[in-house]
């Protein structure tokens, strides 16, 4: 009886197990387990990255392929713009060069404030309190009094909440881009910008668009073209970044139409006022002043004190978010020593001079108007140069005017253009060309650039217009 | 080579192994919890299931970025977390590991309430969602632009 039972309780377990067996419980359960060591016995890989290549691609590639020069080739216009001067001695708006003295026009002084002696002194007087330099930088023990003294005072004269100082002009608008697009980001620059903002724009990592030098239409074109809808707009910063004095060619932005798209398209406008601020304005505020525009309209607004103001480093103002934001993130700002305490003395007394007394801003419109008007004067410049900058514009650019140049031969161009300036360089005036990183995107046309001052007296500006006039009719008929 | 800053803290903890027990521990700790509180409650492990692909879900395959260090510039900005381990390669023990695990507990969930009725349809479409959100395949794929910024 023992035994039957247990041979009932086999069949049992054996008649179950053969029903469950079939059942799809079971049958799902196989499938998972499958699944799992299927899973388990694969071996990692990289999607998107197994573009391996076959054998003939592999060789095709190896006879192409042509070893570079150990060091680079140098084009003839690198050579040409590697000619270096030596300046011995250096006054207000004479340098020496070789033993010479030059009435110079090729440095950005645009309110005369180099050699000034109230500046030359205070500089002094700082250099013996505090040293050279500053030994840090903003955030390890190289903030100064003086700093905050120049950031009040920026803010105070840009009339904006805040403002923030970079130890370099160069590095301001090249730092503050950055800070703010990043990826997945976009901007939307001018054709025109300088070199500063190029590299700015290129270091921020954001999808870039262009639009043509001062081109309205061009720009609503791109704006139209960024639109997105929904959920995809909310998330996608967009920034315009313009200049408001272009260097490169002397024209100043459309502001006003400019702000008419912001409130249209919802952007955020970055301004570089590099060469407009201290400039332009009846109190030299720079180009919203120009425009009669509030200056907090524009959302981020890069200055520098190197161009007016003949001291160094850069300056960015804005709304308090927009500056306490570079503090922590404006890669210039927090990685860089500061300001070299001398300079920022020298730039917030500048800025003080300049509040104190408009008529060297006045003489200095007064200036770039007769500069502009002699040049301009027909048969100045025999119709063989031409001016392609503004009349309020400190920075004058003359290009010839038959130019056979184009982007990959400028070379001509440029070698007629040296020829002038080298024989007005015999006959006492240093001039400069406009010089270009090779590796920039949009070269504008080759010019002789010359920067107007404030300290320039009318007899230097007629022997200067005289010794264009000369030497620009000497070189090109003796072509 | 991968240098200190390179490092993605979003991902970085998933990979020990250490965690993974504690993972384990705690869905079976969840079981004896539930067990505690109501005994007779028969669809305990279907429920732990559920709550566990919504909650991965969500957490692997929804959230992009780097909610908690807001570091790396947006890199990862556009990357859901199941996205970024591993930076992105596939079939690795951490992956496998997060895969396995929603499958044992399809297993036990099936063993448990069977393969009939309203508890096997819900236990398998939570199942089947989150297995194949984690397959080589889908990486970086926004089916319909779902969540797609």
């Known amino acids: 009886m023992f035994l039957f039972d247990i041979y009932n309780n086999i069949l049992y377990y054996t008649k179950e197990f053969i029903v469950t067996s079939t059942s799809p419980n079971l049958f799902i359960h196989g499938l998972m387990a499958v699944f799992i060591i299927y899973l388990l016995t694969k071996r990692p890989f990289k999607p998107r990255q197994n573009d391996t290549l076959t054998k003939a691609e592999e060789d095709e590639l190896i006879r192409e392929w042509t070893p570079i020069p150990l060091t680079p080739k140098t084009n003839p216009l690198e050579v040409l713009n590697q000619k270096e001067l030596i300046i011995q001695e250096s006054h207000g708006t004479h340098v020496t060069i070789n033993n010479k003295k030059l009435l110079n026009l090729a440095r950005a002084n645009y309110l005369g404030l180099i050699d000034n002696q109230e500046i030359n002194r205070i500089s002094e007087n700082a250099i013996r309190k505090y040293g050279v330099g500053s030994c840090g930088p903003r955030g390890f023990y190289g903030t100064i009094d003086v700093h905050l003294d120049l950031e009040k005072k920026t803010a105070s004269f840009m009339k904006t909440p805040e403002a923030v100082l970079y130890s370099s002009a160069y590095a301001t608008i090249s730092s503050a881009i950055p800070s703010f697009s990043k990826i997945g980001d976009i901007i939307i620059v001018d054709r025109g910008v300088s070199q500063p903002v190029q590299v700015g724009v290129s270091l921020s990592r954001s999808r870039i668009y262009y639009f043509n030098h001062n081109d309205m239409d061009d720009l609503q074109r791109v704006l139209e073209q960024t639109q997105f809808k929904g959920s995809k707009a909310k998330i996608v910063r967009k920034f315009v970044v313009i200049e408001g004095l272009y260097y490169n060619s002397g024209t100043i932005a459309p502001l006003p139409q400019i702000l008419k798209f912001k409130e249209q398209y919802k952007f955020r406008l970055i301004m570089d006022e590099s060469h407009s601020v201290g400039v332009l304005g009846s109190t030299g505020r720079g180009l919203t002043e120009h425009y009669g525009i509030d200056t907090n309209l524009v959302d981020i607004l890069t200055g520098s004190y190197g161009n007016a103001f003949s001291s160094g480093g850069g300056f960015c103002c804005g709304s308090p978010e927009v500056v306490y934001h570079q503090r922590l993130n404006g890669v210039g700002y927090v990685f860089s020593a500061s300001l070299p305490p001398f300079l920022a003395c020298s730039s917030t007394k500048a800025i003080e001079m300049l509040q104190d007394s408009p008529k060297m801003l006045e003489k200095l419109h007064s200036n770039i108007g007769e500069l502009y008007q002699g040049l301009n004067k027909s048969g100045a410049l025999n119709g063989l140069l031409e001016i392609t900058s503004l009349p309020i514009s400190p920075v004058i650019h003359l290009s010839l005017v038959d130019s056979k140049s184009n982007k990959a031969n400028r070379i001509d161009d440029e070698i007629l253009l040296q020829k002038i300036v080298d024989k007005a360089m015999e006959n006492g005036l240093l001039l400069t060309r406009a010089k270009y990183v090779t590796a920039e995107k949009f070269i504008p046309k080759p010019s002789i650039r010359i920067s107007v001052s404030a300290n320039l007296t009318t007899d230097l500006i007629n022997q200067s217009i005289n010794i264009i006039k000369n030497c620009t009719s000497f070189v090109l008929s003796s072509n | ?149």
């Open chain 2, 1 to 149: 080579m991968t240098d200190e800053f390179q490092i993605n803290r979003n991902q970085s903890w998933m990979h020990s192994k250490r965690f993974w027990v504690v993972y384990i521990v705690a869905l079976m700790g969840a079981k004896a919890l539930i067990t505690v509180l109501s005994p007779d409650f028969e669809y305990d492990w279907l429920l732990i299931t559920v709550f566990h692909a919504v909650v991965t879900f969500f957490g692997f395959h929804w959230q992009k970025g780097i909610p908690f260090f807001p570091t790396n510039q947006g890199k990862y900005s556009r990357l859901t977390l199941w996205e970024q381990i591993d930076r992105g390669q596939q079939y690795t023990p951490t992956r496998k590991f997060f895969t396995i695990i929603p499958i044992v507990l399809f297993m036990i969930t099936l063993h448990s309430n069977g393969y009939k009725g309203f508890p096997f349809y819900i236990n398998a479409i939570a199942s089947f969602v989150i297995v194949l959100s984690k397959m080589p395949r889908m990486d970086r794929v926004r089916l319909f632009g779902i969540n797609k910024y």
